[in-house]
């Protein structure tokens, strides 16, 4: 069982920064795949960005060159680095991990607002 907090959210101006964490704990060994997704208000939820255990990354193509998504295996933590950040990206972010039985795990999701 692995337990996921995110914390790092908050109100921003376009074309400001900001960082998300993620901090994970229980049976964290057999983490496969770690990510973020976001869901806006009446809007389907969607993957931003990915990190696999052999360091792997993916970004969904409207947030590349914008975000980075690091890993840091030896404290459990997942970072992801918001840059340029626009009005659309407004969403509440969650933490995600599969782990190798394909069992998922979800954070409680922090906010994030960008005014115009």
């Known amino acids: 069982q692995v337990q996921l907090v995110e914390s790092g959210g908050g109100l921003v101006q376009a074309g400001g920064s900001l960082t998300l964490f993620c901090a994970a704990s229980?049976?964290?060994?057999?983490?496969?795949?770690m990510d973020w997704y976001r869901q806006s208000s009446g809007k389907q939820r969607e993957m931003v960005a990915q990190?696999?255990?052999?360091?792997?990354?993916n970004y969904a193509d409207s947030v590349k060159g914008r975000f980075t998504i690091s890993r840091d295996k030896a404290k459990n933590t997942m970072l992801l680095q918001m840059n340029s950040l626009k009005p659309e990206d407004t969403a509440v972010y969650y933490c995600?991990?599969?782990?190798?039985?394909?069992?998922?795990?979800w954070g409680q999701g922090t906010q994030v607002t960008v005014s115009s």
């Open positions: 229980g049976n964290t060994f057999s983490m496969d795949v």
């Open positions: 995600h991990v599969r782990d190798a039985r394909a069992f998922n795990s």
């Open positions: 990190i696999t255990s052999g360091g792997r990354i």
